[in-house]
């Protein structure tokens, strides 16, 4: 088997695993709700911006911090947006865990 076999074969685990099919169930819960799918656009649009000033080397807007903050907040009291994140916490988990075994097998960590 090839390696892009491999990463297919990979990818399609994944896609099978529960955890991935409750991310994709809640999340399409969440873009049905016009309300909870434009404040996790904003949230998100936020993130980026923060991450980019980050990258960039940019001392971070601690008034842009905290309204990323507030949001963030506001939308972990919401059912919906916390069970989201929760599920988008544990596919994260499983693509990190994924890539450091790959780094540790190849011995680049």
Do not use: C, W
Not at 2 to 22: F, P
Request: hydrophobic fraction near 40%; avoid cysteine.
């Amino acid at each position: 088997m090839n390696v892009y076999d491999s990463a297919h074969a990979l990818a399609r685990a994944i896609k099978d695993s529960e955890e991935y099919k409750s991310y994709k169930a809640i999340s399409e819960e969440v873009k049905s709700n016009e309300h909870l799918s434009s404040m996790l656009q904003d949230f998100q649009t936020k993130q980026i911006m923060l991450q980019k000033s980050q990258i960039m080397g940019e001392t971070l807007d601690q008034d842009q911090v905290d309204k990323a903050q507030e949001l963030y907040d506001i939308m972990m009291k919401d059912p919906k947006m916390a069970e989201y994140f929760a599920a988008e916490m544990k596919i994260s988990q499983i693509l990190g865990d994924v890539s450091k075994i790959i780094g540790d097998a190849m011995e680049l960590n």
